[in-house]
């Protein structure tokens, strides 16, 4: 069983930035394909951003977020980061940590472990 852990989330206005981290048991866990999930009220999971440490550290990313999210892993700390910046109050959603991939990247059905997640909000 893995736990991920959320934290980092809060209010910024537009134009600012944030770094959420997600924290995985046990260090195993660095050997999946993890990876970032957003959902606004009353929207479906959207995906953001995902990284394949085994593959020397692959990432991906949703047009929405290219050029602003980068999606990283400190191994040595059992956390994956999400640096936002110039975040915009589209981004405001509820952010949730996932591991272990089997398929496609970017579908959230294809995930098997989920974190309780955390809130981000933009303001304008």
């Known amino acids: 069983q893995v736990q991920l852990v959320e934290s980092g989330g809060g209010l910024v206005q537009a134009g600012g930035s944030l770094r959420l981290s997600c924290t995985y048991f046990p260090r195993t866990a660095s050997g999946y394909t993890m990876g970032w999930f957003r959902q606004a009220p009353g929207k479906e999971r959207q995906f953001v951003a995902a990284?394949?440490?085994?593959?020397?550290?692959?990432?991906y990313y949703a047009d929405s977020v290219k050029g602003r999210f980068t999606i990283s892993g400190d191994y040595a700390k059992n956390t994956v980061y999400l640096q936002m910046n110039s975040l915009k109050p589209e981004d405001t959603a509820v952010y949730y940590c996932?591991?272990?991939?089997?398929?496609?990247?970017?579908?959230?059905?294809?995930?098997?472990?989920w974190g309780q997640g955390t809130q981000v909000t933009v303001s304008s």
């Open positions: 996932t591991a272990d991939l089997t398929g496609s990247v970017p579908n959230s059905s294809n995930y098997r472990y």
């Open positions: 990284i394949r440490s085994w593959s020397g550290g692959s990432t």
